[in-house]
């Protein structure tokens, strides 16, 4: 089966760094994503890997390794809006997105 | 822009009644998806579309239906309703072309099945 692992909670400080981590095993792979929601909100798009290796945006990055079915999504200079839950989805070899249950981030001042 | 609109918001049902979801973009985009979110799991297909006319199944299509007569609108049905469909309903859309397509998703629809 098809299957895509991250935590369930983390908790930061302000300021700090956070990277949340997401293993796959999917059929084929054409690409991962990070999307993230707020309570009560809709997914938002964050960062699209499909090469190995990282991709920044701002303080967001986003790393992938094709061969070990994993991904990070490095937070810096926390904010607290962004205390938000990070979804990781992966497109499979029939162009479907799996999804994760998603990472719930909590910023504490 | 409005992006993606979907109605209603909120909708409390009793087990059996039926109701229509409304969903609504004015991006242009030619794919069009409806996702249920339940806690703990992640999103899922219920249905999608991938052009005016046409519609196929996802992940969880049982006791949904939908139609995509217009290229801008996409309805999701539930014709009797069950307690195990309470959920939060997201429709979303894309291009469609070749390369990473992005998601634009709707505010979500809260609904519970009573």
């Known amino acids: 089966g098809q299957n895509i692992d991250q935590p369930t909670e983390m908790t930061a400080t302000e300021g700090a760094i956070v990277q949340i981590n997401c293993t796959y095993q999917?059929?084929?792979?054409?690409?991962l994503f990070w999307y993230q929601q707020h309570a009560g909100e809709a997914p938002t798009f964050l960062s699209y890997?499909?090469l190995d290796g990282l991709e920044e945006k701002g303080r967001f990055s986003s790393f992938l390794s094709r061969s070990k079915g994993y991904s990070y999504l490095l937070l810096k200079e926390l904010q607290m809006k962004d205390s938000a839950s990070y979804l990781c989805?992966?497109?499979?070899?029939?162009?479907?997105?799996?999804w994760g249950a998603g990472t719930k981030l909590i910023i504490k001042p | 822009n409005a992006g993606v609109t979907q109605t209603p918001k909120f909708r409390v049902l009793k087990t059996g009644q039926s109701m229509t979801l409304l969903c609504a973009q004015d991006m242009n985009h030619e794919y069009m998806y409806w996702y249920r979110q339940d806690p703990g799991m992640g999103l899922r297909l219920i249905h999608y579309?991938?052009?005016?006319?046409?519609?196929a199944k996802g992940e969880v299509p049982d006791g949904y239906n939908v139609s995509r007569l217009k290229k801008q609108n996409f309805l999701l049905g539930l014709e009797s309703a069950a307690p195990s469909q309470t959920s939060v309903y997201f429709c979303a859309s894309d291009r469609g072309d070749s390369g990473a397509n992005v998601l634009t998703f709707g505010a979500g629809s809260r609904l519970t099945v009573l």
């Open positions: 989805a992966v497109e499979d070899s029939n162009y479907q997105l799996i």
């Open positions: 999917t059929s084929g792979f054409n690409g």
């Open positions: 890997n499909v």
């Open positions: 579309s991938v052009g005016e006319g046409t519609t």
